[in-house]
């Protein structure tokens, strides 16, 4: 069963090549002039820490706020279609290593790629300022789950591999959910390992789960930005190659780092960063 589901995996990767390649040649001559190289880099780094769990979407559009590297309505399609690649990448790595109940792991994969296919739809289309204030929103909500986590007052999991009957449904309720909100800008990676851990799932069961459902409604919801030329190319471009080195070099040469001191780090950017795109939104507001 598992083989079956990589199959999918690897045949949805393909047709979100097709599209996003197809689209890249189609328009090269509109990239923007930021920076190859910072592109570069940011995406190494935050996919090399995304590998380790950290998650990417938080850090990546801190990056690109601070460095001015895209533009507050493009931020949302360009995580997903930069980001879809190495994710992949990670999920294979993870779901062949770290054994989750088969019924659990497809159901959960399904939830979340349905979620962003719906809410990729909605967002492409959004103006500036809706998306300016969703981002804030829900990097706050990212920064107040990173805090729980580290000061111990969230759930540190149990011994499951797998969820029947009631906890079934909320798992895949809440990762429906998470999917959608995931074409907002808010990563998974930090709720859904919030929702595995409540559900008293074995927290390496979270690293497949996570992993797995990101690179299912990835490619799905990025076709929709791809679509809609809601995405900035070159920043794609980018972090899509030196992203997927990234996570190589994570999973197979470093596979562990003390993160403690880097989560708080990633918590205060969080949070500035969400304030940055809420005034962003009350200042296009007061424009107007």
Same mark, same amino acid.
């Given at each position: 069963m598992l083989?079956? &589901?990589?199959?999918? =995996?690897? /045949?949805?990767t393909l047709g979100f090549s097709y599209y996003f390649v197809k689209d890249t040649v189609k328009n090269k001559h509109t990239f923007s002039n930021a920076s190859f190289a910072t592109l570069s880099v940011v995406g190494f780094i935050v996919n090399f820490f995304d590998t380790l769990g950290i998650g990417s979407f938080a850090p990546t559009t801190a990056l690109f706020k601070l460095f001015k590297l895209v533009p507050d309505r493009l931020i949302?399609?360009?995580l997903n279609v930069s980001m879809t690649i190495p994710v992949v990448l990670e999920a294979f790595i993870f779901m062949t290593v770290i054994k989750v109940e088969p019924i659990t792991l497809i159901s959960m994969l399904a939830a979340a790629t349905l979620g962003a296919v719906l809410g990729a739809g909605i967002v492409s289309k959004l103006p500036e300022k809706k998306i300016q204030l969703g981002m804030g929103i829900a990097l706050l909500v990212v920064a +107040? &789950? +990173?805090v729980a986590g580290l000061l111990g007052l969230m759930p540190v999991g149990g011994e499951a591999i797998g969820l029947t009957g009631s906890k079934l449904i909320i798992g895949v309720v809440g990762n +429906? *959910? /998470?999917?959608? =909100?995931?074409?907002?800008? *808010?990563?998974?990676?930090?709720p859904c390992m919030a929702l595995v851990y409540a559900l008293g799932m074995s927290p390496r069961v979270a690293f497949p789960i996570m992993m797995g459902s990101c690179a299912f409604l990835m490619p799905a919801a990025s076709i929709k930005f791809v679509q809609e030329g809601a995405y900035d190319r070159k920043a794609s471009v980018a972090i899509t190659i030196f992203g997927s080195l990234g996570v190589l070099i994570a999973a197979y040469i470093v596979k562990s780092l003390p993160l403690t001191l880097l989560k708080w780090l990633v918590v205060f950017v969080?949070?500035?960063t969400a304030i940055t795109m809420l005034r962003s939104a009350i200042k296009n507001t007061e424009e107007k």
């Open positions: 083989q079956a &589901v990589l199959s999918a =995996l690897g /045949l949805l949302p399609g360009t +107040f &789950v +990173f +429906f *959910i /998470l999917g959608a =909100l995931m074409t907002i800008g *808010i990563g998974l990676y930090a969080i949070v500035y």
